[in-house]
Every structure is written in structure tokens, then in C-alpha cells.
């Protein structure tokens, strides 16, 4: 059974940076991919952002691009989301999820593992 746990969340003013992390444990090799997603109060779940863990294909929703990077550390088995230039709507609780599918990996029924997430704050 796959085990994630998000970290790095935390309160920031407009125009900061956070990093986040995912550690992932108990990865078999129909893990395929690794997906960010977000869910504010009274909101959908939805997509952030997503890596291959094989070649490092990354995929970002276009509120995001540009200002988010996803990154990947096979060796740790942890993925990363730097975050820059935040906005008050990025406020969310941020998760990490992973998946064995090979594409669509905007789709969030798709994921099988979830992590527990993390708050992310932005102050205006």
C-alpha cells in the first residue's frame, strides 16, 4: 500500500514562495506518476499539477503555470512543488496523490493514493 505525506505548508503573504514535499512510501512499479491537487473551502478538488516518475514529464493547470514548478527525487521517492509569485486565491489545502495512469493525469478519479494534505495560506 502506497503511503504519501505532504509537508511544507504554512501562511504567506502575497507574492512569497513555498516549497512543498511528498514522501512516498510503499511505491510498487504501477506507480507511474505523481499529481498536486488543491481543494479551498466550499471548492472542488482540483488539479495542480503532475510528474512521471521516469522520465520527469511534468503537466500544470494554467491558473498555475509559469509561477509553480513539480519536480521529482526517485532516489528519496519524493516529489516537490515549488511554489512562487502565490496568490491569494492559491489558499488551499494542498495534496499529493499518485497514480498509474499515463496520461489525463488532470483527472482526479484517477489517483488511488492520497495524502492527508497540507494548508497553504496566502495573505493579501
Known amino acids: 500500500q502506497v503511503q504519501l505525506v505532504e509537508s511544507g505548508g504554512g501562511l504567506v503573504q502575497a507574492g512569497g514562495s513555498l516549497r512543498l514535499s511528498c514522501a512516498a512510501s510503499g511505491r510498487t512499479f504501477s506507480s507511474y506518476a505523481m499529481g498536486w491537487f488543491r481543494q479551498a473551502p466550499g471548492k472542488e478538488r482540483e488539479f495542480v499539477a503532475a510528474?512521471?516518475?521516469?522520465?520527469?514529464?511534468?503537466y500544470y493547470a494554467d491558473s498555475v503555470r509559469g509561477r509553480f514548478t513539480i519536480s521529482r527525487e526517485n532516489a528519496k521517492n519524493t516529489v516537490y512543488l515549488q511554489m512562487n509569485s502565490l496568490k491569494p486565491e492559491d489558499t488551499a489545502v494542498y495534496y499529493c496523490a499518485d497514480t498509474s495512469m499515463r496520461r489525463n493525469y488532470d483527472f482526479k478519479n484517477g489517483y488511488k493514493y492520497w495524502g492527508q494534505g497540507t494548508q497553504v495560506t496566502v495573505s493579501s
Open positions: 510528474v512521471t516518475w521516469s522520465s520527469g514529464s511534468t
